[in-house]
């Protein structure tokens, strides 16, 4: 089958087949690597991956013969799988072959890989970004020793593996601060999925610097609407006067993700947490 036929396909509009042929592609020597990569980003978007499937992404994640990117692209694959699976309990009535032996299978071999520092940094990032989709004991001290890199490229992953693990607030309002743009960006998305309310203040503030930016609004729009305040809700409010459709939609949706406005202004008035200048 062409791949790059499934590629313009929604994931619910996929064969059934598609995981076998997704790992036939990835098994075949002859493959060409653009192919490999093509097989790998279908496989991240096909939902519940199968065991067999997740071993050959595994595989192919741990060949130190194959491109770094694809290594890379392999592991990120896995994420979503992760995730879904933590949330789901193994019990899916869409994917009947997904189960917890997949799962464990999938979380205990990247912890495996993580640990190999022979891999190359691109791998192992990719490797601690996609596991972190499912937090375990050992993701905490890994994200802060990814921290405290001089290796700006870990501490971009260990931020954005912050929105995934929990108490790490201060390290998120420090990287907010961060002279490094793409760490600020990520600290931005991080603020947002853990609902930091005293992020707001320094994420509205970064915005108002760069008023221009849509890449950096539509971050902020969909923080808000993990964030909740007060202040992000007429913020939100702000954004749908705006002409531009996309920037309206991304704050319509962002506000049905808040508390229903008569429960919120409740809370935010009886509830210091929620308090925010």
Known sequence: ????????????????????????VLNDPA???TDKLLAVELA????????????????????ECEDVELRSMAAIALGPTLEMSALDEYDNPYFEDFDKESHCYIKNSLNRLHN???????????ILEASVRDPQDWHKEAV???YDSDDPSWRITAVFCMGYIAE?????????NDEN???CFEAIIAAGSQGLHAAWPLIFELQSRS?????????????????????????????????????????????????????????????????TH
């Open 44 to 63: 991240g978007s096909a939902g519940f991956l199968t065991l067999p499937l997740a071993k050959g992404l595994i595989t192919l994640v741990d060949d």
């Open 1 to 24: 089958m062409d791949l790059h036929f499934l590629k313009n396909l929604p994931p619910w509009e996929f064969p059934e087949e598609i995981q076998d042929i997704l790992l036939s």
């Open 116 to 126: 190999k520092t022979s891999l190359p940094i691109q791998v192992r990032r990719s």
């Open 144 to 146: 802060l020793k990814a």
């Open 181 to 183: 743009s793409d760490i």
């Open 31 to 33: 493959t060409k690597t």
């Open 168 to 176: 790490l607030e201060l390290q998120i309002m420090e990287a907010l």
């Open 211 to 275: 008023p221009e930016d849509k890449d950096l609004l539509l971050t902020v729009i969909d923080a808000a609407g993990g964030i909740a305040t007060l202040e992000a809700r007429h913020f939100l409010s702000h954004c749908l006067s705006l002409e531009d459709e996309e920037i309206v939609e991304a704050a319509q949706e962002a506000l049905s993700m808040m508390t229903p406005a008569e429960d919120f202004f409740d809370d935010y008035y009886e509830n210091d947490d929620i308090k």
